[in-house]
């Protein structure tokens, strides 16, 4: 009798320890790895998630939560807002078939005002399983006042830092601006004939002909 009662709980412990075992494996066969990294000579962040599966062939879903004010470009489907779903949108959504062992790079990017800002996690739908990265937070500095202040440039507050702003940074942007923060030599701009101001100009035309009627006033009195 008591032989039985233990084999009885050695098979409910096997059981166990197999069910924990195949939950484990579940939950790592598909990893998301997601990274977010500053476009060079740009104001943008671009974003990538990896997708991985470990597991059989399988169809994927991927969600992510968007501020779509921040969304630049992107290769997926952009939901607008929908109360009674699960996600609260706008969202941008890839929907897929991976193969076992192989993974997929999907992309967007954003430009975002400045400040604490916090990418949320990405969801990933296989199998009637979900799995979900963890959120990504970033301290942008832009603090939007009209004022180009120190931490602040072009590419990361072009808003309060406009080209050829003061601000350490050579942006070498063709706009018929001096930047001061370059040599005259890698600002082709700093090269050409500086432009008179309209406000300088109009002055100018009056003065010029202010001085035309004296003259003729004077040619007109004495000749």
Known sequence: MWSGVTDMIKKNIIFILLLILSVSTVSAEIKIDKTVEKIPSSNGWEVTINVYN?????????????????????DGELHSADKGSIWYPPY??????????SDKDLTYELIMPGGERIIKPTRVFANDEVYESSPVILEINCNTNNRCEK???YFSCPSDCPSGSSDGICDLIKD????????????????????????????????????????????????
């Open 54 to 74: 470990q597991r059989q062939d399988t169809f994927v879903r991927v969600m992510e939560e968007i501020e779509p004010s921040w969304l630049e470009n992107h």
């Open 92 to 101: 941008l959504e890839w929907s897929f078939f991976l193969e076992s062992n």
């Open 151 to 153: 931490g602040e440039n």
């Open 176 to 223: 018929n601006k001096c930047d001061k923060d370059c040599t005259t030599k890698k600002d082709t701009d700093c090269n050409k004939i500086t432009q008179i101001p309209m406000g300088y100009k109009i002055y100018i035309i009056i003065g010029i002909a202010i001085l035309l009627f004296i003259i003729y006033r004077f040619y007109k009195k004495y000749l």
